[in-house]
């Protein structure tokens, strides 16, 4: 590959992993960047520094949309938006969850089994394995 393709890729490389950090939808930021689908997912396969960078500003992008969603939530709830208000309730309070918690104790004991049981989970285990069984491994 020569020199003035390597640059106009590293260009869009940047320019397409800086909008998936602004909004995290991989179409969107190829459409932005004119790069095809197909070429970022095979420039992730083929560029592993890539590929790891992109997940990263996917993160970053989710994140930011959280955040952003979240204080649009928060500004629904300032102008007095009751579905707002019960859903951070719902979400955010353990007063108004409608959650079940379940607890509980497990005890693992040894058993030791007969040998007659013993030999057929071993001609079991002879019938599942490819040639001779276990005790070829």
């Known amino acids: 590959m020569n020199k003035t393709i390597q640059k106009r890729?590293?260009?869009e490389k940047a320019l397409l992993l800086e909008h998936l950090?602004?909004?995290?939808?991989?179409?969107?930021?190829?459409?932005?960047t004119g790069v095809s689908r197909a070429t970022f997912y095979r420039?992730?396969?083929?560029?592993?520094?890539?590929?790891?960078?992109?997940?990263?500003a996917l993160q970053e992008g989710v994140a930011l949309m959280n955040d952003y969603a979240e204080s649009q939530l928060i500004s629904s709830i300032r102008d007095k938006n009751m579905t707002a208000?019960?859903?951070?309730?719902?979400h955010r309070h353990k007063e108004y969850s409608n959650r079940i918690q379940v607890t509980g104790y497990m005890e693992h004991k040894n058993?030791?089994?007969?040998?007659?049981?013993?030999?057929?989970?071993e001609k079991a285990l002879d019938l599942s394995l490819p040639e001779g069984g276990i005790n070829d491994a």
């Open 111 to 121: 058993v030791e089994i007969s040998a007659e049981y013993r030999e057929l989970i």
């Open 21 to 32: 950090e602004k909004t995290p939808i991989i179409q969107f930021a190829c459409e932005k």
């Open 43 to 56: 420039w992730k396969l083929d560029d592993k520094e890539f590929a790891e960078k992109a997940d990263k």
């Open 85 to 90: 208000i019960i859903y951070w309730l719902k």
């Open 9 to 11: 890729q590293q260009k």
